[in-house]
Nanobody
Framework: QVQLLESGGGSVQAGGSLRLSCVAS????????LGWFRQAPGKEREGLAG????????RYAHSVKGRFTISYDNAKNTLFLQLNSLKPEDTAMYYC?????????????????WGQGTQVTVSS
């Protein structure tokens, strides 16, 4: 059973940065995707970024390309999301997700394992 544990959320002023982490474990397939999603109160869940674990190839939603960076440290089994130039509208619960098995990894519906989420709050 895939398990995902996020950390790194917090409160920051507009223009600031945060780095989210997600320790991923329990994969039984050799081809998997990892991704980041977020959900703000009263809004639908939004996909931000995904990557293919075997080669780290990233895919981004247009809304965050250039500000957010997804990466994976194979040695630490940890997925990261670097959030830069944060805006108040980035305030949301951020979720790590896995698509297992998977090899096409855009941040779109189809991810079948989810972490508990980490809150990011950006003040103006």
């Amino acid at each position: 059973q895939v398990q995902l544990l996020e950390s790194g959320g917090g409160s920051v002023q507009a223009g600031g940065s945060l780095r989210l982490s997600c320790v991923a474990s329990g994969f039984t397939y050799t081809s998997n995707c990892l991704g980041w999603f977020r959900q703000a109160p009263g809004k639908e869940r939004e996909g931000l970024a995904g990557l293919y674990m075997n080669d780290g190839r990233p895919r981004y939603a247009h809304s965050v390309k250039g500000r957010f960076t997804i990466s994976y440290d194979n040695a630490k089994n940890t997925l990261f999301l670097q959030l830069n130039s944060l805006k108040p509208e980035d305030t949301a619960m951020y979720y790590c997700a896995a698509k297992s098995p998977g090899f096409d990894c855009p941040p779109t519906p189809g991810y079948n394992f989810w972490g508990q989420g980490t809150q990011v709050t950006v003040s103006s």
